[in-house]
């Protein structure tokens, strides 16, 4: 398995461009999540989905969108860059059941500068 | 809505010696708590999780963390360090009411010294 793969890894932007930040996982993995990291901040929720067709928003939602199709795919779309959204991102994923939320698996990590 | 702290940007132990990193919470129900190392330019690693039942949760690489529901903490900890423990720590809490909505600390710098 190759677990959760993100593209690109890396990603340089000016400010007013659009784009879109990929996440797939093959686990089957019903829960998928879009966090950014910043200096002192930890990660951050973004958005989130629990099945195909089903999203929410986290902690930070603002400027970007998501979809969910398919269970394997998890777009982040980023509408109009700006530098405030200059961060790194993670995408992680993790299987429902059992007797409470289990642990999450992150990809790589994409970073994006927006100049 | 849920939160947690973690109060040590910084932790420096020296090898051999006991680490401990600290976190606290803040939840509306029953929480559900867990802890994540990440390494320089790397994604999370799942180290333990608390659920529920023993407050003494083991995990990966010799980690234990401690469930404290009366201080609301939830303490990282391992006996006897390693170089190789230095990494990024990440404590995280999901309130039991909200699916998949995890919040994380800001993340505590383990700096083990030979």
């Known amino acids: 398995n190759a677990g959760v793969t993100q593209t690109p890894k890396f990603q340089v932007l000016k400010t007013g461009q659009s784009m879109t930040l990929q996440c797939a996982q093959d686990?089957?993995?019903?829960?998928m999540s879009w966090y950014r990291q910043d200096p002192g901040m930890g990660l951050r929720l973004i958005h989130y989905s629990v099945g195909a067709g089903i999203t929410d928003q986290g902690e930070v939602p603002n400027g970007y969108n998501v979809s969910r199709s398919t269970t394997e795919d998890f777009p982040l779309r980023l509408l109009s860059a700006a530098p405030s959204q200059t961060s790194v991102y993670f995408c992680a994923s993790s299987y429902k059941g059992g007797t409470g939320p289990n642990e999450q698996f992150f990809g790589p990590g994409t970073r994006l500068t927006v100049l | 809505a849920q939160s947690v702290a973690q109060p040590e940007d910084q932790v420096n132990v020296a090898e051999g010696n006991p680490l401990t990193v600290k976190c606290t919470y803040s939840?509306?129900?029953?929480?559900?708590l867990f802890w994540y190392v990440q390494y320089p330019n790397r994604g999370l690693q799942f180290l333990l999780k608390y659920i529920t039942g023993d407050n003494l949760v083991k995990g990966s690489y010799g980690f234990e963390a401690e469930f404290n529901k009366s201080q609301t903490s939830f303490h990282l900890k391992k006996p006897s360090a390693l170089v190789s423990d230095s990494a990024l720590y990440f404590c995280a809490v999901r309130d039991n009411g909200i699916d998949n909505d995890m919040r994380f600390g800001a993340g505590t710098r383990l700096t083990v010294k030979p």
């Open positions: 686990m089957n993995h019903e829960y």
């Open positions: 939840v509306s129900g029953n929480p559900y």
